[in-house]
T-cell receptor, first 112, second 112 residues
Framework: KAGVTQTPRYLIKTRGQQVTLSCSPI?????VSWYQQTPGQGLQFLFE???????NKGNFPGRFSGRQFSNSRSEMNVSTLELGDSALYLC???????????FGQGTRLTVV | DQQVKQNSPSLSVQEGRISILNCDYT??????FLWYKKYPAEGPTFLIS?????DKNEDGRFTVFLNKSAKHLSLHIVPSQPGDSAVYFC???????????FGTGTSLTVIP
């Protein structure tokens, strides 16, 4: 069974640009969550999608948005990039409540 | 507000000895807890979980203990092996919730 796939693995963008990250969950998993990891901050929750609906959103500005498609694939978009957006962005999928989440390898975004 | 805390950023243990990683949480509504292991440039890998109806769960060399009254959980690794060297994150969620709250991680080094 294929794991969670995130593309691209690495990205370098300039301040003010926008970026779109992609996540393909494990087959059969309908819940997809996004997390941001920065040094010393652990994993910060961005949002969670289930069956194309955003069910929960973390404490991030509106520049961070996402969506989920009918095949459960998800995209995350960050507009007007800032230097502080440089981080590892992780996507996780799960089958439902009280189950473990499986993470992709992440996308390393560097904003210069 | 960090609802899940790992107060030890790092831990060094001799090979063959026990590694004990600690985690505290503040939200009494959390009822499902997980430990993840993370290598550099990879996504977190699920290790072990525990429901709030239990106080212990074992899986091979890994045992998680939950003390609900103290809002504290710990991960014991026995015996520790050099391949266990990684960053360990604890996470918590509510049964009806759809996001994990992560600690900031503890970097474990197992010395051969």
């Amino acid at each position: 069974k294929a794991g969670v796939t995130q593309t691209p693995r690495y990205l370098i963008k300039t301040r003010g640009q926008q970026v779109t990250l992609s996540c393909s969950p494990i087959s059969g998993h309908r819940s997809v969550s996004w997390y941001q990891q920065t040094p010393g901050q652990g994993l910060q929750f961005l949002f969670e999608y289930f069956s194309e609906t955003q069910r929960n959103k973390g404490n991030f500005p509106g520049r961070f948005s996402g969506r989920q498609f009918s095949n459960s694939r998800s995209e995350m978009n960050v507009s007007t990039l800032e230097l502080g957006d440089s981080a590892l962005y992780l996507c996780a999928s799960r089958t439902g409540a009280n189950t473990e989440a499986f993470f992709g390898q992440g996308t390393r975004l560097t904003v210069v | 507000d960090q609802q899940v805390k790992q107060n030890s950023p790092s831990l060094s243990v001799q090979e063959g000895r026990i590694s004990i990683l600690n985690c505290d949480y503040t939200n009494s509504m959390f009822d499902y807890f997980l430990w993840y292991k993370k290598y550099p440039a990879e996504g977190p890998t699920f290790l072990i979980s525990i429901s709030s109806i239990k106080d212990k769960n074992e899986d091979g060399r890994f045992t998680v203990f939950l003390n609900k009254s103290a809002k504290h959980l710990s991960l014991h690794i026995v015996p520790s092996q050099p391949g266990d060297s990684a960053v360990y994150f604890c996470a918590a969620t509510q049964y009806t919730g759809n996001q994990f709250y992560f600690g900031t991680g503890t970097s474990l080094t197992v010395i051969p």
